[in-house]
């Protein structure tokens, strides 16, 4: 059993930075596949990146490619998400996940409780 925490959202301008934190419970972090998802109000939930368990090979949408990075600590047993150059089409609650290392939401068996990212125009 995997227990997640996600921190770090908030209300940002356009253009301005945040970084997502996702803190797991347990012992075997490092043997799960970390994912990012969001969902923005009436719109399904949507893949934004993930990394393998060791930190090795990491996946983004082309589309955040360049704005969005993942990363992991597996000595802390956190995931983050640091996303630079906010757009307003960014704001959606955000969820990190620990599966198999994959962009299908249906990979992922654990998920936090996501996290509330508003960037103004």
């Known amino acids: 059993q995997v227990q997640l925490v996600e921190s770090g959202g908030g209300l940002v301008q356009a253009g301005g930075s945040l970084r997502l934190s996702c803190a797991a419970s347990?012992?075997?972090?490092?043997?799960?596949?970390m994912g990012w998802f969001r969902q923005a109000p009436g719109k399904e939930r949507e893949f934004v990146a993930a990394?393998?368990?060791?930190?090795?090979?990491?996946r983004h949408v082309e589309s955040m490619k360049g704005r969005f990075t993942i990363s992991r600590d597996n000595a802390k047993n956190t995931a983050y998400l640091q996303m630079n150059s906010l757009k307003p089409e960014d704001t959606a609650v955000y969820y990190c996940?620990?599966?198999?290392?994959?962009?299908?939401?249906?990979?992922?068996?654990?998920w936090g409780q996501g996290t509330q990212v508003t960037v103004s125009s």
């Open positions: 347990g012992r075997t972090f490092n043997s799960y596949g």
């Open positions: 990394i393998n368990g060791g930190g090795y090979f990491k």
């Open positions: 996940a620990a599966g198999t290392y994959s962009s299908s939401i249906g990979d992922y068996h654990y």
